[in-house]
């Protein structure tokens, strides 16, 4: 199959079990997918969950929402710039640069939508319970669906969001396949035989209930099987969303830092000036004399040097790319990857570490720990699971458990896999203080007035 043939299935408009979406000229399918994301209530809550710093005081920093807003913004951008040159090598037809945006932004504006409360220290404390919990071992779970709690992954559960748990009677928001594709940069489920290589590999995208959904959008747009009917490389375009969430979640994150001062603005600037490059106009910078000012005009054309970089090494590597023989990061094989790395490495010594992430972060694991286990065992006891006995405060518990979160008839569902997943589904889904909120009512610490 030529290049022509596969870009243009890879850029796929169809929408899984509802054909191909019609769309117009004024408001592209992939600009609705755009529209249907924002209308979501699960985008929604993520104005308050956690980037790096929870729950804050100050309303300067990047909640979940504002950071998935900028990486869409970068994402946009990106992909017409990526989109413009594959335009023009392969004489793609009825297709437009814009085109490209919309599907690397759409997925980007998706990125962190199945993001648990309390960032990632969240997916660690759902992962932690499981495993230690001993709940899994009272059900004869295979090994993909217990390896679906133990490595728990935000990623595969914004998947189910997307196209699941957000208008289930859809069922979910039935997005294009190019979209869908573009949005899940881990194409494998959780267990596997023997591990992958390669930067696609180290996570996972979909939960085995949602495998099936996974495997109709890799049809769709041709994806190239590492494992028949099991694990994808990734859609090209998914490693343009990898680079924008990288760029806005490196750079402004140390932007954040600075103004709560976790970093000084001296060296937030340097390390911005470095990224920046000659791309700095020297008389501009010398008219700034406010530090945040100065730092929002280094963000600025560092992200816009970042983006030239990551561009460049992908239309280099594009053949390798679309043959699946590339899977490593783009910016990783950039010029400006060095500097880069001196970023990572401040933002791993002192904003990812700094007091107040750290104390809220480590009460998120007694927080959703606690949740989880009230929930489960209500859940647990109503489908009269031996060793669990069925009691009132469980009846009460399940009367404050959503209906969509339990099986038909408002019961918990009688496979264990899928009543255990819908209360993790309910608890990853709530904002930092929402779940706080319900911990302390729960618990009893703050009675309801």
């Known amino acids: 199959m030529g290049k022509r043939k596969i870009w243009e299935k890879l850029l796929s408009s169809e929408r899984p079990g509802a054909g191909k979406a019609p769309g117009t000229a004024e408001r592209t399918a992939f600009q609705q997918d755009y529209d249907r994301i924002v209308f979501t209530s699960a985008f929604r809550r993520m104005k308050d969950k956690t980037q790096v710093f929870p729950l804050s ?21 990106l992909g017409a710039v990526v989109g413009r040159e594959i335009i023009a090598r392969h004489g793609l037809q009825h297709v437009e640069s814009g085109d490209f945006g919309a599907i690397v932004a759409a997925a980007c504006l998706a990125h962190d939508i199945g ?8 997916e660690d404390a759902i ?20 390896a679906d709690f133990e490595r728990y992954e935000g990623n595969a559960q914004g998947f189910r969001i997307v196209t699941r748990l957000q208008s289930p009677a859809n069922p979910g928001l039935q997005l294009t396949s190019a979209v869908l594709a573009t949005f ?29 959904a996974f495997a109709r959008v890799a049809q769709s747009t041709g994806l190239i099987e590492r494992i028949p009917g099991i694990a994808w490389r990734r859609h090209p375009l998914a490693f343009l969303v990898e680079v924008a ?43 700034l004399h406010d530090p945040k000012e100065r730092l929002e005009y280094l963000r600025a054309k560092a992200i816009g040097r970042l983006l030239e970089s990551a561009a460049g090494v992908f239309l280099e590597n594009e053949e390798a790319i679309l043959k699946g023989e590339f899977d490593e990061e783009l910016l990783d094989q950039s010029p400006v990857a060095i500097p880069l790395q001196a970023v990572l490495k401040l933002a791993k010594e002192t904003i990812y570490t700094a007091r107040p992430a750290l104390e809220i ?62 209360v993790a589904d309910f608890v990853a889904g709530m904002t930092d203080s929402y779940a706080v909120d319900m911990y302390r009512k729960l618990k009893g610490f703050d009675l309801p007035t």
């Open 57 to 77: 005081k100050s309303d300067y920093v990047r909640t979940r929402l504002t950071h998935s807003l900028e990486a869409s913004c970068v994402g946009r951008s």
């Open 115 to 122: 993001n648990p409360p309390f960032g990632h220290a969240g």
């Open 127 to 146: 992962r932690e319970w499981f495993l230690n919990s001993g709940l899994l071992d009272r059900h004869p779970f295979t090994a993909a669906q217990r």
């Open 184 to 212: 899940t940069k881990y194409p494998r489920p959780s267990h596997l035989d023997v591990e992958l290589a390669g930067k696609s590999g180290k996570k996972f995208g979909f939960f085995q209930q949602d495998a099936e």
């Open 245 to 287: 969430d990288d760029t806005c979640y490196l750079i402004v994150d140390l932007e954040d830092a600075a103004k709560l001062g976790f970093v000084s603005y001296r060296d937030a600037e340097c390390l911005l000036a470095e990224l920046a490059g000659n791309t700095i106009n020297g008389s501009r910078l010398e008219r």
């Open 361 to 422: 972060e480590t009460a998120g694991f007694e927080v959703l720990g606690a949740l989880l286990g009230l929930f489960s065992n209500a859940v647990e006891a109503k489908a009269k699971v031996p060793g669990t006995r069925f009691t009132t405060r469980d009846r009460m518990l399940l009367k404050l458990l959503p209906a969509q979160f339990l099986g038909h008839g408002g019961e918990p569902d009688a496979d264990p896999y899928i009543r255990l997943l819908q």
